[in-house]
């Protein structure tokens, strides 16, 4: 007789690989020092070589910068990255000002796992308020975010730049395939 479990029964192993990958990064967290030294590095690649990012930065009143996003999945996925928003300062130059997770799940026909970096450039002081004073903030809901291609990024200048927030991803490696359901959201982190 063969037994059939449920189908969160058949995903206990997903979300034990799931905690083996996000465990690691919880506690990297924790070493601020590094996470700071990640985020300036992600903000250096990224500006190097994104034309369009570059073009973007000096008007930018903000950023959130992610430098390093897991995400992972079988039919259930699941992604987190630490980060922190980055505000600029009077005269040129950035302060980091606080810390920040991002998480997501996803469910869907998808497999795989894949590691990459995110930026969500803030445009507008309403965009950085948002950010700042909400308690999370959920992708899609609250100002208005363009996802940066290779096709707008040849176009995208100052001029033409109208939204409250550009998001350019970097860095990718491994691979994700398929299609899903996503919610993603930002949380401030407590100090």
Known sequence: MTIKYPL???LV???LLIGVIVGPLSAGAQNRTALDNDVHAAIEYLL???PAAKRLAPSAKGALVFPNIVKAGFIVGFQYGDGAPVRAKQGGGYYIAGYY????ASYGMQAGAQTFGYVLALMTDAAVEHVELGRGWE??????IVIVDSGMAKTLTTETAKSDVYAFTFGQSGLMAGMGIQGTKVTKLIK
Request: proline letters at 11%; charged letters at 10%.
């Open 48 to 50: 190097k070589t994104s």
């Open 101 to 104: 997770n991002i998480t997501a």
């Open 139 to 144: 992708l899609g809901v609250g100002p208005s």
């Open 8 to 10: 969160a029964w058949r």
């Open 13 to 15: 192993p997903l979300f």
